[in-house]
């Protein structure tokens, strides 16, 4: 698993996923299916789709280049 997937799905369960009301909310309010939930809460992540990053970035109203910074910090 690359490390930059890891990081993205950790950030994305930790930060968003953790304080939604139930993973299927959280696919819901983010335009995903909630398998792609389940997938970014594996414990090693998930090689995840820059489209699927876009769409819940889109939903938080933030850009991506903004959602990268966040990771890296």
């Not at 939604?20 to 992540?45: C, M, P, Q, W």
């Amino acid at each position: 698993m690359s490390g930059i997937n890891k990081k993205i799905c950790n950030y994305i369960s930790e930060e968003w996923i953790s304080k939604s009301k139930s993973n299927r909310s959280f696919a819901l309010d983010h335009n995903i299916d909630e398998k792609t939930v389940r997938k970014i809460l594996l414990e090693n992540g998930y090689r995840i789709p820059v489209r699927t990053v876009e769409k819940i970035c889109e939903a938080k109203e933030m850009k991506l280049s903004t959602f990268f910074k966040l990771i890296n910090e």
